[in-house]
């Protein structure tokens, strides 16, 4: 299996530019999740979905912050518009349900000067 | 509110060195306990898991035994082999509740190993 595949891997753009981060998730996982990750509040959980559904998104920082599933095999975040404190690598993950294991994937290093 | 809190680094050991990382908790009941790792470039991977209380997760070498009376998981390795070089991350989830699949992480531990 290919595993989590996110794109683009780095992303470098300037402030007020909308930013759209992927994710495909492993085939057969109904569980995918999106993480933050700064070296100031570490890795932190932006919003997880459940077949498709947003199920918990307190963790999405401000109204600037959407996701969203349109179907099983992927998912978006939108940053619009993005900010110099959006800077952080941002992770993927998926799930099964009656795993205890969530798979990441590579991250997506956002640079927002 | 769940928190995991571990032990801050870096942490720099010499080859073939003893390894404790410190990880204590706070949650309600009985959670599932994790130990993630990151090598540099790369996404974290589930290292070992234990569900209940005295389990012991082992992999690569690697323990840690969940400790319901001091609410502790700490992982430890005998032997550190540079290709350990990582951040390893504490994990905990809960046993129930609408957030069962959330993980609450740890801030990351550092862990260089020289030749």
């Known amino acids: 299996d290919a595993g989590v595949i996110q794109s683009p891997r780095h992303e470098v753009t300037e402030m007020g530019q909308e930013v759209t981060l992927r994710c495909k998730p492993i085939?057969?996982?109904?569980?995918l999740f999106w993480y933050r990750q700064t070296m100031m509040r570490g890795l932190e959980l932006l919003i997880y979905?459940?077949?498709?559904?947003?199920?918990?998104d307190s963790g999405m920082p401000e109204d600037r912050f959407s996701a969203k599933m349109p179907n099983a095999s992927f998912s978006t975040l939108k940053i619009q518009p993005s900010e110099p404190r959006d800077s952080a690598v941002y992770f993927c993950?998926?799930?099964?349900?009656?795993?205890?294991?969530?798979?990441f994937g590579p991250g997506t290093r956002l640079t927002v000067t | 509110g769940n928190s995991v809190t571990q032990m801050e680094g870096p942490v720099t050991l010499s080859e073939e060195a003893f390894l404790t990382i410190n990880c204590t908790y706070t949650a309600t009941g009985y959670p599932s306990l994790f130990w993630y790792v990151q090598y540099p470039g790369e996404g974290l991977q589930l290292l070992l898991k234990a569900t209940k209380a005295d389990d012991k997760g082992s992999n690569k070498g690697f323990e840690a035994t969940y400790r319901k009376e001091t609410t502790s998981f700490h992982l430890e390795k005998g032997s550190v082999q540079v290709s350990d070089s990582a951040v390893y991350f504490c994990?905990?989830?809960?046993?129930?509740?609408?957030?069962?699949?959330?993980?609450?992480f740890g801030k990351g531990t550092l862990l260089t190993v020289n030749p």
């Open positions: 979905f459940n077949n498709n559904v947003p199920i918990d």
């Open positions: 994990a905990l989830r809960p046993l129930s509740g609408g957030s069962n699949y959330k993980l609450t």
């Open positions: 085939s057969g996982h109904d569980y």
């Open positions: 993950a998926s799930s099964f349900q009656g795993s205890y294991e969530q798979y």
